[in-house]
Each structure stands twice: as C-alpha cells, then as structure tokens.
Nanobody, 122 residues
Framework: QVQLVESGGGLVQAGGSLRLSCEASGGTFVTYTMGWFRQAPAKEREFVSVINWSDMTKYADSVKGRFTISRDNARNTVYLQMNSLKPEDTAVYYC????????????????WGQGTQVSVSS
C-alpha cells in the first residue's frame, strides 16, 4: 500500500509560478514511476508529466517548456515546478504511482493522491 499526499497548490496570477510536492509513504519509492495528472471542471483527467526510476521525463505538449518534474528519492517526494502559468492550467492536480509502463495513461497508475487545487487568474 502506498499513500500519496500532495501540497503546494493555490491561487496565482497568470505568469506566476507554483511548486507542487507529492510525498509518498510505503513501498520502495526509488523504483516507482511517478506521474502528475490534472482535471479541470467538466473535463477528463489528463496527463501532465511523468518521471521514472532513472529520471527519464515526459511532458504533455501543453506544459512543455513551462513545467519541470523532478524527484528526491531521499525524501520520497516528487515535485512539479510550474512556471508561466496560464488560466487554462487551472485544475485539480494529482500525483500517482505506476509500477510498469511508460506512465502516459492514467490506466497505468495504481495509487493516487487526493489532489491539490491550482487556480490561475487572468
């Protein structure tokens, strides 16, 4: 069993920055593929970014060049640095754990956090 707790969300103006954190407990964090997803009101949950055990990363086209995913295995934590935020980035952001696969689909993930709200005003 893996528990995930996200933090760092909030309200920010367009062009601003936020850093989300997701701390994991249980299991062997260093082996996990960690992903970030987001869900806006009345929309499907969508992939944002993923980092695997060897620090390979991928990003959705909509956030490429603005968001950076990283991990600190000593702290069992994955981060999402979000810069140049836009109103369309407004959503609940979730972190999740996958044990196999490239981590681009929500179906690959086994454990999910409770989510943290990010709101970007124009």
């Amino acid at each position: 069993q893996v528990q995930l707790v996200e933090s760092g969300g909030g309200l920010v103006q367009a062009g601003g920055s936020l850093r989300l954190s997701c701390e994991a407990s249980g299991g062997t964090f260093v082996t996990y593929t960690m992903g970030w997803f987001r869900q806006a009101p009345a929309k499907e949950r969508e992939f944002v970014s993923v980092i695997n055990w060897s620090d390979m990363t991928k990003y959705a086209d909509s956030v490429k060049g603005r968001f950076t995913i990283s991990r600190d295995n000593a702290r069992n934590t994955v981060y999402l640095q979000m810069n140049s935020l836009k109103p369309e980035d407004t959503a609940v952001y979730y972190c999740a754990v996958a044990f196999r696969g490239p981590g681009l689909s929500s179906k690959e993930y086994t454990y999910w956090g409770q989510g943290t709200q990010v709101s970007v005003s124009s």
